[in-house]
């Protein structure tokens, strides 16, 4: 199985911050992999997949990067509707799975 | 528009089977390389996925929880059945079930609100 961490777990910032999430897989997944937006009490949001592509809609200020074992999300301004949980998803091979979470919360 | 919805009880007993079902709209579970997974999440955790099923009724489990789940479709009716026997209150969480488009990714482009299930002893 392919295991995914995030760093940090948690982190502070302030509006307009840059903000950099990291991902990592345990074994190299080419770029096969998503990253979600969750807000407390709601479904996860598609904001990323194929490591950069940016789905439809999602506001050009979230961008992804990375390929092989090493990915980032960055919000290149964080906005105020940008606080939330975000989660990494490996889309290489089955059994898919889910990295841990970083919760980005207000300084 | 492409909706999913989650459906089943909200309280279970332990050892009691837990069966969900996930009625979608929009598209169709016969399109070549389209699939539906089940996810949940227990209260303050993280993501769990586990089960996927595509276009071909080919199955595919989470390797943990293999032994206890099975996923099926009936795509005259739009819907697709996950079953999670011998339930214990560690199930507790809220299981969403998402859409997978055609393609070389297995991303989950649009999601269920969720239903929340509640494992009592």
């Known amino acids: 199985d392919i295991q995914l961490t995030q760093s940090p777990s948690f982190l502070s910032a302030s509006v307009g911050d840059r903000v950099t999430i990291t991902c990592r897989a345990r074994?190299?997944?080419?770029?096969?992999l998503a990253w979600y937006q969750q807000k407390p009490g709601k479904a996860p949001k598609l904001l990323v997949y194929?490591?950069?592509t940016l789905q439809s809609g999602v506001p050009s200020r979230f961008s992804g990067s990375g390929s092989g074992t090493e990915f980032t999300l960055t919000i290149s301004s964080l906005q105020p509707e940008d606080f939330a949980t975000y989660f990494c998803q490996q889309a290489n091979t089955y059994p898919l799975a889910f990295g841990p979470g970083t919760k980005v919360d207000i300084k | 528009q492409v909706t999913l919805r989650e459906s089943g009880p909200a309280l279970v007993k332990s050892t009691q089977t837990l069966t969900l079902t996930c009625s979608f709209s929009?598209?169709?579970?016969?399109?070549?390389?389209?699939?539906v997974s089940w996810i949940r999440q227990p209260p303050g955790k993280a993501l769990e996925w586990l089960a996927l099923?595509?276009?071909?009724?080919?199955?595919y489990y989470s390797t943990s929880l293999r032994t206890r789940l099975t996923i099926s479709k009936d795509t005259s009716k739009n819907q697709v059945v996950l079953t999670l026997t011998n339930m214990d209150p560690v199930d507790t969480a809220t299981y969403y079930c998402a859409r997978i488009p055609p393609g070389p990714y297995y991303y989950m482009d649009v999601w269920g609100k969720g239903t929340t299930v509640t494992v009592s002893s």
């Open positions: 194929a490591a950069s």
């Open positions: 929009g598209f169709s579970l016969t399109t070549t390389g389209m699939c």
């Open positions: 074994l190299p997944i080419s770029n096969y």
């Open positions: 099923i595509d276009w071909d009724d080919d199955k």
